[in-house]
């Protein structure tokens, strides 16, 4: 299924490496926030509930997620407008990105995410969100095309994408 990923990944004209060692391609600035950005990324999330970042639905959640934290620090996390290729990037660069195991109490600003599987066997599609207090999760709603909270919880979000057959990460920045 790797090998599938890194065919896809390298017809956009990449290497294995090229996310990990230019990510300028997806992340302007080539760097992402930091821990004090954190809390910029959540804040900014808030005050966009209800607000369409684009004028038209052409874009997906990894977008919108990328949208929100170039707003409020002037970078984006990586990954362009795919939920694949962001699981990639914040699973292969362990020094930016912490990926939470199961147990470790999430935090406002942390991401969550269910990247659609690379082979596109599934037609489940993934998603991505920022996680809030009381672990309510904010995230780009395809059907209003608006930042909206209150459908998931931290828990809920699990529950439901490993039952469409995803896989759940969470990530803290660092």
Do not use: C
């Not at 037609?123 to 209003?144: A, K, L, M, Q, R």
Request: aromatic share 10%; net charge neutral.
């Amino acid at each position: 299924m790797f090998k599938r990923f890194l065919t896809f990944f390298k017809k956009l004209g990449h290497s294995k490496d090229s996310a990990v060692e230019k990510p300028a391609v997806y992340n302007k600035g080539n760097d992402v926030p930091t821990i004090p950005d954190s809390k910029k990324f959540h804040d900014s999330a808030v005050s966009l509930i209800g607000v369409s970042l684009s004028d038209n639905f052409n874009y997906g959640s990894a977008e919108a997620i990328n949208r929100i934290a170039e707003i409020s620090t002037g970078k984006q996390l990586g990954g362009g407008n795919s939920t694949i290729l962001l699981d990639w990037f914040l699973n292969h660069n362990i020094d930016r990105f912490k990926k939470l195991v199961k147990g470790e109490i999430t935090s406002p600003g942390d991401i969550i995410i269910s990247s659609t599987l690379p082979d596109f066997t599934n037609s489940n599609i993934g998603n991505v969100g920022i996680i809030s207090f009381n672990d309510v999760v904010i995230f780009h709603d395809p059907v209003t095309g608006k930042i909206g909270n209150g459908t998931f919880t931290v828990r809920s979000w699990i529950e439901h994408y490993t039952s469409l057959g995803l896989s759940v990460d969470i990530f803290r920045l660092l």
